[in-house]
């Protein structure tokens, strides 16, 4: 079956960098594009990026631009998110979450990895 | 960007009722629209896309409709596993994807 799994969250203090892994399994992971989504405490969804199927096509959030990258490595079946000079306004539930042939919806997500910055 | 607003924000309601909720897109998008549900501690699930397409497996309770700015999610008679928040979200490829607010629904 699909599966989905985040690592990667943790504290992390104001400037600093977090890696996100996503594990997936269960599909052809090279056939799809991803993305990931967070989700601050008690707070609604927010997509915070984008890559396409091959990598080819990247797209970010304004908020995480030039300070985030989304990667993929299809021999892995992992995608990844770098997050540089995080903000206390980073926390939140990250997810990642497989696109579907309608680009901009996610038919299955992972259980998300929570990522917290503070002092 | 293109903001997403949904209503009502909280929702009581019984089992057994019909229930409606309301997104708007402050621009045009089509029908480039999608639904979730999302229940405490755990990831959203996929109900609808293109605005009235059910995802495999969602029970035909489920219903959306609308186009351009205005949409629907109606579920035709509410049943205890409904009781969740549920999400709207724009997909037009051209402006970040972004979703509404969500709108809780909660036993009456």
């Known amino acids: 079956q699909v599966q989905l799994v985040e690592s990667g969250g943790g504290l992390v203090k104001p400037g600093g960098s977090l890696r996100l892994s996503c594990a997936v399994s269960?599909?052809?992971?090279?056939?799809?594009?991803m993305s990931w989504i967070r989700q601050a405490p008690g707070k609604g969804l927010e997509w915070v990026s984008h890559i396409s199927a091959s990598g080819s096509t990247i797209l970010y959030a304004d908020s995480v631009k030039g300070r985030f990258t989304i990667s993929r490595d299809n021999a892995k079946n992992s995608l990844y998110l770098q997050m540089n000079s995080l903000r206390a306004e980073d926390t939140a539930v990250y997810y990642c979450a497989r696109g579907t042939a309608a680009t901009g919806v996610f038919d299955y997500w992972g259980q998300g990895t929570l990522v917290t910055v503070s002092s | 960007d293109i903001q997403m607003t949904q209503s009502p924000s909280t929702l009581s309601a019984s089992v057994g009722d019909r229930v409606t909720i309301t997104c708007r897109a402050s621009q045009n998008i089509n029908s480039w629209l999608a639904w979730y549900q999302q229940k405490p501690g755990k990831a959203p699930n996929l109900l609808i896309y293109?605005?009235?397409t059910l995802h495999s497996g969602v029970p035909s309770r489920f219903s959306g409709s609308g186009s351009g700015t205005e949409f629907t999610l109606t579920i035709s008679s509410l049943q205890p596993d409904d009781f969740a928040i549920y999400y709207c979200q724009h997909y037009d490829f051209y402006s970040p994807w972004t979703f509404g607010q969500g709108t809780k629904v909660e036993i009456k």
């Open positions: 293109k605005a009235s």
């Open positions: 269960g599909f052809t992971f090279s056939n799809y594009y």
